[in-house]
């Protein structure tokens, strides 16, 4: 029988890039099933699109505490300007955009952002585990989803974003 080993004994090989990505696929992963509700941000008990993923980067050290003005359930449909991905710019590299299909490729460990329904700016966010499958917040809660065949994503332009260039 192989002895066990520890967590850090099996990241040693990959780079830091690669440990931080790991960590914070494997931090997304346990907000799996918690219930969609705007503007919290504790898992288990609730968040939305942005705060998860905010909570996740902060819980494994790649960005600061983000301190979140009010916002309505249907903030973008009142707006034509890009707060959501004002904010993730700020610890974020953004990379060149892409189309959720098959064929694509996105780096685990990467934000997305799309535009769901006819939102004028790209109003909804993920986690990219393993191309093409992302967690998500959407109301009843957070699910992990094949982003090339889920109406939320299928087809539809996504900004991608790369934390880790910049991580704390």
């Known amino acids: 029988m192989a002895p066990v080993r520890t967590v850090e004994e099996m990241l040693a090989p990959l780079s830091a890039d690669q440990q931080m990505r790991v960590r914070v696929i494997a931090e997304a992963l346990t907000w799996l ?31 600061e505490k983000v301190d979140l003005p009010f916002y309505k359930r249907d903030w973008f449909c009142h707006t034509d300007k890009e707060h959501y991905m004002a904010l993730l710019m700020r610890f974020a590299t953004r990379l060149p955009s892409t189309i959720a299909r098959p064929g694509e490729s996105v780096e685990s460990g990467n934000v997305i952002l799309t535009c769901v329904g ?51």
């Open 118 to 168: 006819d939102s004028k700016v790209m109003d909804h966010g993920a986690i990219v585990t393993k191309w093409p499958r992302v967690i998500h917040s959407v109301d009843p809660r957070v699910v992990e989803v094949n982003a090339t065949k889920n109406w939320m994503w299928a087809g539809r332009e996504i900004a991608v974003f790369d934390p880790y260039k910049g991580a704390l």
């Open 33 to 63: 099933g918690t219930p969609y509700a705007p503007r919290q941000r504790v898992k288990g008990a609730g968040c939305d699109c942005f705060t998860w993923i905010a909570e996740t980067l902060l819980a494994c050290g790649v960005m």
